[in-house]
């Protein structure tokens, strides 16, 4: 099975998020800068409609046909009457244009698009009080910027995970507390380096440079002016001459770094598990100068025909049960703070991941789609977007 997303995140869309005025005639209210079409959020649970559609990544809804031991579909199925038609989403983009078409009710987005579907008008705010367990998410996954627009909450969380420093202990005996050996361009692994393979990634520069060369000003890394952007490109194209390979396939990246083709680099703590059940020589380690990081989160189609089922499901998933299966199936740290609880395995998986450890994640920036309305609050300057972002990545990889 190729897992780019299917062990957690995708490579990440190429279309910048389109701002103010997107989404049809509907008028808008300004967030932060950021036009957001003005759809009102459900009032109440209504019966069921027979069905629900939903975009996924892979692994998120389960109904026992691909891993018996895997399924919390049936039973929500036998429960509500609401049947659930599944198709798994292969990148963000696709998610994105699918969501556009109005076939489908819920999401589960990346932080790389749900900016782009709230700006779209493609999702409409969550009344959370519909949801009764949205009560037991942990506060970390709570009213963040990708979304979570002038006040109102347009998902309900998954689950996060950090993009951590993975090293091969045979390659890399001692344990390193920084990326700076991913990104000196006289760093001992010159041509065992991995790196991820996307616009995206550009954030893990800033993220090193703001730790760095703090004269630059960055304080969010995503949200770059034009300057800032240059200087992570430099240091992106420096890092090409010693990078070994760049990966968004997390099945290579375990047998990369499992058989020491690659010493180190970024990647993903799902991949040092696999690698490390495989017998790989694997750790990782969240550096000092932080990482970036993402969450999904479940999200409400503007033009749901199944909103009632939709509200359903996405109550059902957040439930401590359900949400520790979604997780541990996956390989992520879960968004309820009681699926850590109540089994031994639950509490193991929540401490692997950090579940309820909001010290770790304060260390992490999670994805969030660069727009030229700078996300740190500067109003001085035009930020640059995921389009320019694309075009400079391009760039770095030649």
């Given amino acids: 099975m190729k897992i780019t997303k299917a062990l957690p995140l995708a490579a990440l869309a190429s279309l910048s998020l389109v701002l103010a005025g997107c989404g049809g005639s509907a008028p808008a209210s300004s967030a932060g800068g950021i036009e957001v079409p003005d759809i009102p959020a459900a009032t109440e649970v209504g019966e069921s409609e027979g069905e629900v559609n939903i975009i996924a990544w892979a692994g998120f809804v389960e109904d026992g046909s691909t891993n018996p031991d895997a399924d919390w579909v049936s039973e929500f199925e ?11 989403g292969a990148t963000s983009d696709e998610m994105v244009q699918l969501m556009r078409t109005g076939e489908y009710d819920l999401v589960s987005a ?10 779209g008008g493609d999702v409409a705010p969550i009344n959370t009080d519909l949801i009764p367990n949205f009560g037991h998410i942990v506060d970390g996954l709570k009213g963040q910027i990708y979304d979570t627009l002038n006040g109102k909450s347009y998902g309900v969380p998954i689950g996060r995970g950090a993009n951590v420093l993975m090293y091969n202990t045979e390659a890399v005996p001692e344990a390193p507390d920084s990326w700076a050996a991913t990104w000196d361009p006289s760093s001992e692994y010159a041509g065992k380096i991995m790196a991820y393979d996307s616009p995206i990634f550009i954030a893990d520069a800033a993220v090193y440079l703001m730790a760095t060369q703090p004269d630059l000003g960055i304080t969010n890394p995503y949200a770059l002016d034009q300057d800032q952007l240059a200087a992570a490109v430099e240091l992106l194209k420096s890092q090409n001459k010693i990078a070994g390979e ?7 990246a375990v047998s990369s770094i499992s058989s020491g083709t690659a010493s180190l680099g970024t990647g993903w703590q799902v991949i040092v598990n ?9 750790e990782s380690v969240l550096p000092k100068e932080g990482a970036t990081g993402w ?18 499901w996405m109550d059902w998933a957040s439930s401590a049960e359900v949400n520790a299966k979604i997780s541990q199936n ?3 740290a879960p968004a309820n703070a009681l699926a850590c609880e109540g089994s031994k395995e639950n509490e193991e998986h929540c401490a692997t991941y950090h579940a309820t450890d909001e010290a770790y994640y304060k260390q992490v920036w999670m994805w969030t789609t660069p727009v030229e309305q700078c996300v740190d609050g500067r109003t001085d300057v035009t930020c640059t977007n995921y389009q320019e972002w694309t075009k400079a990545w391009t760039e770095v990889k030649g």
């Avoid at 036998?78 to 798994?88: D, H, I, L, P």
């Avoid at 990346?110 to 700006?119: F, T, V, Y």
């Avoid at 696999?274 to 694997?282: M, P, R, S």
């Fill in 78 to 88: 036998a429960e509500t009457q609401c049947k659930v038609n599944r198709k798994v």
């Fill in 110 to 119: 990346s932080g790389d698009a749900s900016l782009r579907l709230i700006a």
């Fill in 246 to 252: 760049y990966w968004n396939d997390a099945l290579k």
């Fill in 274 to 282: 696999i690698a490390q059940a495989d017998g790989g020589k694997v």
């Fill in 295 to 312: 969450s999904d989160t479940w999200m409400l189609s503007s033009k749901s025909k199944n909103p009632n089922c939709a509200y359903q």
């Fill in 330 to 332: 996956f390989g992520m």
